[in-house]
């Protein structure tokens, strides 16, 4: 799809998602997030509650469709925990207790007194129904240990995005592509989606992970470029648009680091990032990850591609709406 066709004058996502309202029991985990510390805004819980269903994959049942959507809420809430600690609070202590939790054979130790007990009790309630949803699905024994896999990966891109931010002269382009996509969770919502699509075939796991993996560095694209100027002005330097621009030497490593806490500085860095380009150019790798899924699309009968496609053309146009907003 070019991105010329997307015309943001005629969407009506930015509507919709102000709109969208999220069930009673969802809307008092938010409530329970914020109490023990969470301060994101409620658009984003609003944006992530209504693009869910673009993504979801053909091969769900649609009687489970909201079952699926809300266990990827919870999931996307147990994430936002651990990247509120590492990023925002920089609570590496209590962060790794909390990435303990997915797995049986580690205990967070919440007994430390370095450790935040609250929000690791939250983490833990809400990981609780997480698994309880997804044991109890058609294929949740199946596809499990491949779920619990790919959430390691999102702590490990917590984990790098933070490293950065203490490290800024370790990042480069190709490792932040390698390791921050994950954070965008695109392999962990298709792996519960296959705990509850019973059609799909097994056997072309491997074809979907493959077309799975370009869909998440879209979505790491389209909230790349729609959110490191908030991000800059927090002096938060993991955006890989700014470290496009650390490498294409548009900024220098002293001016980025500066970002945050010199408003002079942060706004010079920003004008220059915004007249170097970068935001079309990953636009750019955006449309070559979309015409190669289009290419894969024939290996993966179970799950429709072109709908895969719509959605994440949808969810495109929901970062690029919703700019300055989360």
């Given at each position: 799809?070019?991105?010329?066709?997307?015309?943001l004058?005629?969407?009506?996502?930015?509507?919709n998602?102000?709109?969208?309202?999220?069930?009673?029991?969802?809307?008092?985990?938010?409530?329970?997030?914020e109490?023990?510390?969470?301060?994101?805004?409620?658009?984003?819980?609003?944006?992530?509650?209504?693009?869910?269903?673009?993504?979801?994959?053909?091969?769900?049942?649609?009687?489970?469709?909201?079952?699926?959507?809300?266990v990827?809420?919870?999931a996307?809430?147990?994430?936002?925990?651990?990247?509120?600690?590492?990023?925002?609070?920089k609570?590496?202590?209590?962060?790794?207790?909390?990435?303990?939790?997915?797995?049986?054979?580690?205990?967070?130790?919440?007994?430390?007194p370095?450790?935040?007990?609250?929000r690791v009790?939250?983490?833990v309630?809400?990981?609780?129904r997480?698994?309880?949803?997804?044991?109890?699905?058609?294929r949740?024994?199946?596809?499990?240990?491949?779920?619990?896999?790919?959430?390691?990966?999102?702590?490990?891109?917590?984990?790098?995005?933070?490293?950065?931010?203490?490290?800024?002269?370790?990042?480069?382009?190709e490792?932040?592509?390698?390791?921050?996509?994950?954070?965008?969770?695109?392999?962990?919502?298709a792996?519960i989606?296959?705990?509850?699509?019973?059609?799909?075939?097994?056997?072309?796991?491997?074809?979907?992970?493959?077309?799975?993996?370009?869909?998440?560095?879209?979505?790491?694209?389209?909230?790349?470029?729609t959110?490191?100027?908030?991000?800059?002005?927090?002096g938060d330097?993991?955006?890989?648009?700014?470290?496009?621009?650390?490498?294409?030497?548009?900024v220098?490593?002293?001016?980025?680091?500066?970002?945050?806490?010199?408003a002079?500085?942060?706004?010079?860095?920003?004008?220059?990032i915004?007249?170097?380009?970068?935001?079309?150019?990953?636009?750019h790798?955006?449309d070559?990850?979309?015409?190669?899924?289009?290419?894969?699309?024939?290996?993966?009968?179970?799950?429709?591609v072109?709908?895969?496609?719509?959605?994440?053309?949808?969810?495109?146009?929901?970062?690029?709406?919703s700019?300055?907003?989360?």
């Amino acid at each position: 799809m070019p991105l010329t066709d997307i015309d943001l004058t005629e969407s009506s996502h930015l509507e919709n998602i102000d709109r969208c309202s999220l069930p009673a029991h969802l809307t008092e985990v938010i409530d329970a997030y914020e109490a023990v510390g969470g301060e994101r805004d409620r658009f984003l819980w609003q944006w992530l509650y209504y693009v869910f269903p673009t993504i979801e994959l053909s091969c769900v049942e649609p009687d489970a469709s909201q079952q699926v959507r809300e266990v990827k809420f919870l999931a996307s809430m147990y994430v936002v925990v651990l990247d509120d600690l590492a990023e925002a609070a920089k609570d590496q202590r209590t962060f790794q207790e909390a990435s303990k939790i997915p797995f049986d054979h580690l205990e967070p130790d919440i007994d430390d007194p370095a450790v935040d007990a609250d929000r690791v009790a939250f983490a833990v309630a809400v990981w609780e129904r997480v698994m309880a949803t997804l044991e109890s699905a058609p294929r949740g024994s199946t596809f499990e240990d491949v779920f619990l896999f790919d959430i390691a990966q999102t702590h490990t891109a917590i984990e790098y995005s933070a490293l950065v931010n203490r490290h800024l002269e370790l990042a480069t382009v190709e490792s932040i592509t390698a390791y921050d996509s994950y954070n965008m969770m695109l392999f962990t919502y298709a792996d519960i989606d296959l705990c509850f699509g019973p059609a799909f075939d097994r056997n072309e796991i491997g074809s979907l992970r493959r077309i799975t993996r370009r869909a998440q560095m879209m979505a790491r694209i389209g909230n790349w470029v729609t959110t490191w100027e908030r991000e800059l002005r927090e002096g938060d330097y993991s955006s890989g648009v700014v470290i496009a621009a650390l490498e294409d030497g548009v900024v220098s490593r002293e001016q980025v680091r500066a970002c945050g806490d010199d408003a002079e500085t942060t706004e010079a860095c920003i004008d220059a990032i915004a007249d170097a380009g970068i935001e079309s150019r990953f636009l750019h790798q955006w449309d070559t990850h979309y015409q190669e899924i289009k290419r894969l699309a024939p290996a993966l009968e179970s799950v429709d591609v072109d709908a895969l496609l719509g959605g994440l053309e949808t969810l495109l146009e929901c970062h690029l709406v919703s700019r300055g907003h989360k």
